[in-house]
Structure formats: structure tokens, C-alpha cells
């Protein structure tokens, strides 16, 4: 389907949980588009499953000038734009429903500045936090309840960077390291999915089923 953004339209694909009603709503983007970042990476896939799993209706979507999304890459400042319009859609959608967001790489620096300040979204996933090429500075105020899953030998993410990080974030952030993986979690792709839909079911628990 396509899901007007302003200016834009981005295709997107939804997922609701079988049999029971979403107790909340997850918002997944994907890493960079000049990479080869869609929507359909399985980093992103795999999480979307995770929170389906948690009882989440899932989200994931193509920044624009991605797939058949309409627009052009605007290095981060209309992406955010993008992530915004979508959560509105996800409130209209369901709006008795507490609303979450997981991003990878890329999708992880525009969607949690994104939301990170939304009163809306109850819960925070970064994967694959890309240190080396963004400031995540920003998520040492951010109050919600996070998770951020990180390789051990993430290319793309400095350990000693994220050490630091992780030493100035809140109380309600946790980071979760697995050992021996890389940036995209080749060999520990069971395991992202098993710890975004934990850290979701735990955060939806008493929300609506």
C-alpha cells in the first residue's frame, strides 16, 4: 500500500498479529537507501516479526525514493519528516493504542530522532547503532523505555563509542551486546528477534489485547 507523507507517498507493508487485537503498534525503519536499504532488509524483517510476536501490528515502509515510494533521499531531514507522517497514520490507525518504533543503521539515527520526543511512542529499539557516521548524542535525554541491540564486532559501531554511550544513557535505556556479530547480525539474526519481541512484550504488557 502507499501512505500519503506530505509531499510523498511511501509504500509500506502492515502486519497485525493473528486471531487476537494489537495491544500496540510498531513503526520499523530500514538502513540507508543509497546502500541498499529497504524495507525489506532482513535486519528489519526479522524485528517486525519479533514484534508481531510481542503483539504489535508492524509497520515497515520505504523512505522516500525507496521502492515505489515517491520523493528523493534528503540525508536524514525529510526521512524524519517521513517517520512523523507514519506515526500519525499509525495513531489514526489505531487510536486507542500506545505506539512504538524500531530502527537499523540509518533507520535507527532518523527514526529515534524522530521519536524519541513523540509523547505518543512508549517504547525505543535501535539495532546496529552506526556511531561511526552519526551522533546519537541526543538519546542521553530520551526518558523512553529503550533497547539498543549491538554487535560486538560491529563495523559500523565503534565499541569503545558505544561503551561511552552506553555509560551516559537513563536509567530507561538498556543496551544488550551479542557477542561475535557483526553489523547486520549474520549469525545472531534469531537473536534480534528474540530480544526486540521481549523488550516489546514486556513494554506492551498491560496495554489492550
Partial sequence: MLIPAGEA???????EPEGVEPRGAALL????????GTMNNRVVYRAAKGAVEAGLAALRFNF????????????GRSE??????????????YPQLPLALVGFSFGAWVGLRAAHRDPRVKALVGLGLPLGSYDFGFL???DIPSLF??????E??????????????????????????????????????????????????????
Fill in 149 to 154: 541491540i549491538v554487535g560486538t564486532r560491529d
Fill in 156 to 209: 559500523f559501531c565503534p565499541h569503545e563509542e558505544m561503551k561511552l554511550l552506553e555509560a551516559r544513557l537513563p536509567a530507561t535505556s538498556a543496551v544488550r551486546w551479542i557477542a561475535g556479530a557483526d553489523h547486520f547480525f549474520t549469525r545472531q539474526i534469531d537473536q534480534v528477534q528474540v530480544l526486540t519481541r521481549n523488550f516489546l512484550r514486556g513494554q506492551f504488557e498491560g496495554s489492550p489485547t
Fill in 80 to 93: 524524519q519528516r517521513d517517520v512523523k507522517s507514519l506515526l500519525d497514520w499509525m495513531q489514526e490507525r
Fill in 9 to 15: 507517498e511511501l509504500e509500506a507493508v502492515l502486519w
Fill in 64 to 75: 522516500r525514493g525507496v521502492g515505489a515510494s515517491t520523493g528523493s533521499h534528503d540525508n
Fill in 29 to 36: 525503519c530500514h538502513p540507508h537507501p543509497l546502500h541498499g
Fill in 140 to 142: 542521553r535525554d530520551n
